[in-house]
């Protein structure tokens, strides 16, 4: 397609199955689009593709469909195969060998399968169909207008959407949520009169194993179908749901489900009529039970009408308090969507306590690709190494994260119709990294990186160029870290958009976001034995680690605790120093990165290049104004000098 970035699919990757011979075994929709994707490349390269026995280099074989997701892959005499029983397992399969490039052809392999971790890997899209007068098109959307929604309708050219669908495939993402979870007048009858744009959707994405979900407001039968009321036990209520529900499924068979926020700010809910979050869910639950779909609902519930000075009520603490009492009361088809981090996708939070503390229920863990509190695609910040912390981070001490999404793994996506899809072009290695570890969340994200790297700028980026997009990339998100708020304390950025520091800026407002300090200290006692008990609600040894600032980690003391400018820190510096010097390291880091980008301006193509160095401008203004915000702050809180004696402006 003309115009838009091939992403980690350019041509030249499908080069070495492009000159080979091919067989393809199986028939369905799936197959043929494998036949499609090797057809192609053999057009562009010269080799063939059949689906007659012979001799071949490769042979890609779908052996029944039992809807699983796995692959067999080996070689052996010669020729390089894929095997899989389910249709999706062959389309994973063929991109592997598209990864492995020319290695795919070389050696023989031992015979190795492939499974998903999880069985769902999701995108969601907070894109809404008519431009939001405040959110705009796409609700913390940093790439441009949506790939699915333009002036207020579904695109009438869908190839776009056909590509994303494409590049999802390849990274192993198999569900896509089309719409925001602010569920607006618009957007709503999306559910109703308006399903047909999104089977329009579901159509471009199917090709490439992707199910189509919606976001639904609670309110609907009330909005929508004129009932008087939304109660989730009212049979009136439940009748409307089942019939609405049946209705999306004609239109579109394998639809995937519902996904919810509700009584999160200022959605409606079921606290409207006196009921629960699982009379909610599982009443959508049933709607959409004998359709084979699921609903999606968020655990993001909190307070945010709250009074800064009563020290008792703790956003942190919300999730947990509202749902870990109805563990085991959602239906099998409900999954609990919870945020990785009790906040909001802070650029350092600790691990959900949710997560790990309601084995009875299908939890899946929403990460956010999208980079509203991490630099909104101006800053390089790739979050594969802080994702891989969280998925790895054991609830208990052993079982992972990872391993208690049973429901899946989500992130918020971060495109938009932005020619290279993410704004930032480095940013496509967030959604890239997503997708491999929602489909691994054990492997190494650096690796990953360097996969990303391969494929985008390669096949066999020289050396210099990979180490470059290495050095930029892999230390980013601490680097981001190190200039923005410290120790875990999150926000200080501006209100509203979210963008650059304002240390105060949540301070004292009904969001319940603070931190804190004064002229002695910084931090929020969250401890059981002085704060707001938030420590207590994880299980051991997490508990006792976080209860005190003698063990609590220091890159998350300060959402654990109070402390004064001179507490030490396990690193050796007190909490002022370790200010000062981050503020200062991390605008150095940005300074040699851009740098960095620059020499490599001969290697990288032009426009990508310059879109890139345009943004590293921006960062490290930016960087620099966080550093003398948040350095000038804490000096005039503090009165305690830098003991290197730079200038704090
Ligand atoms: O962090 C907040 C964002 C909102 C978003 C909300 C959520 C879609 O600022 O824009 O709303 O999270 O996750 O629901």
């Known amino acids: 397609m003309q115009g838009v970035d091939p992403a980690w699919l350019p041509d030249v990757a499908f080069r070495p199955i492009g000159i080979r011979r091919t067989l393809i075994r199986g028939s369905g929709p ?105 959110m705009g098109q796409v609700e913390r959307g940093y790439a441009g207008g949506s790939l699915f929604w333009e002036d207020g309708r579904a695109r009438g050219d869908l190839e776009r959407v056909r590509a994303y669908g494409r590049l999802l495939a390849a990274c192993g993402i198999n569900a896509v949520a089309v719409n925001n979870v602010n569920v607006h007048a618009t957007e709503a009858r999306l559910l109703t009169d308006r399903i047909g744009e999104v089977a329009d959707i579901a159509g471009a994405l199917r090709p490439y194993g992707i199910r189509t979900h919606l976001s639904v407001t609670f309110a ?36 995937g489900g519902f996904v919810v926020k509700a009584d999160s700010e200022g959605q409606p809910g079921p606290f409207a009529y006196g009921r629960s979050h699982a009379d909610g869910a599982n009443m959508l639950a049933a709607a959409l039970a004998p359709h084979g779909g699921s609903v999606h609902w968020r655990a993001f519930v909190y307070n945010h009408h709250q009074d800064w000075r009563n020290r008792s009520t703790d956003r942190a603490r919300a999730a947990y308090d509202h749902f870990v009492p109805l563990d085991g009361e959602f239906a099998d088809n409900a999954v609990l969507q919870v945020k990785h981090g009790p906040m909001d996708f802070q650029v350092r939070e600790p691990v959900s306590p949710l997560i790990g503390a309601m084995p009875g229920t299908r939890l899946a863990v929403e990460l956010q690709a999208t980079q509203e509190y991490t630099g909104q695609q101006r800053h390089v910040c790739w979050l594969g190494p802080m994702w891989s912390e969280v998925l790895r981070f054991g609830t208990d001490g052993e079982s992972s994260v990872g391993a208690s999404a049973r429901g899946g793994l989500v992130a918020v996506a971060n495109v938009g119709d932005d020619p290279f899809w993410t704004g930032h072009p480095l940013a496509q290695a967030n959604l890239y990294t997503f997708g491999r570890l929602a489909w691994d969340p054990n492997a190494d994200p650096h690796h990953v990186l360097d996969e990303w790297i391969r494929l985008t700028f390669g096949p066999g980026p020289g050396p210099g160029l990979a180490a470059g997009l290495r050095s930029i990339l892999d230390g980013s998100w601490r680097t981001y870290e190190k200039y923005t708020a410290p120790l875990g304390v999150g926000f200080m950025v501006q209100p509203g958009h979210h963008y650059g520091p304002s240390v105060d800026g949540y301070e004292y407002s009904p969001w319940g976001t603070y931190h804190f300090a004064d002229r002695d200290g910084v931090g929020v006692d969250r401890s059981v034995a002085t704060g707001t008990g938030y420590a207590g609600q994880y299980a051991k040894p997490w508990a006792d680690v976080y209860e005190s600032p003698l063990s609590c980690p220091d890159e998350l003391l300060l959402f654990f605790h109070h402390v004064s400018y001179g507490h030490m820190l396990h690193s050796g510096k007190t909490v002022i120093q370790h200010i000062y010097d981050t503020h200062f390291e991390g605008v150095a880091e940005v300074e040699a990165a851009r740098e960095r980008w620059a020499s490599l301006v001969d290697l990288v193509e032009p426009a990508r290049h310059a879109r890139v160095a345009e943004r590293f401008e921006e960062q490290l203004r930016s960087a620099r104004e966080w550093r003398d915000q948040v350095n000038s702050y804490f000096f005039r809180k503090s009165g305690v000098a830098d003991e290197r004696g730079r200038t704090i402006y």
């Open 220 to 255: 609907a039968p009330v909005v929508l179908g004129g009932l008087a009321s939304a109660d989730p036990l009212d049979e009136s209520v439940r009748a409307w749901w089942a019939e609405a529900t049946a209705r999306v499924y004609t239109a579109i068979p394998d639809f």
């Open 30 to 134: 799936l197959v043929d689009t494998v036949h499609g994707e090797v057809a192609g490349a053999c057009e562009r390269f010269g080799g063939s593709v059949s689906r007659e026995s012979g001799s071949y280099d490769l042979v890609l074989e779908l052996d029944g469909d039992d809807g699983s997701e796995g692959f067999v892959y080996g070689r052996g005499d010669g020729c390089t195969t894929v095997t899989a029983s389910g249709a999706r397992g062959l389309l994973y399969g063929f991109f592997h060998v598209v990864r492995l490039g020319e290695t795919a052809f070389l050696d023989d392999a031992r015979r190795a399968s492939y499974q998903p971790e999880s069985a769902l890997r999701m995108l969601d899209h907070w894109d809404n169909v008519a431009v939001h007068p405040v």
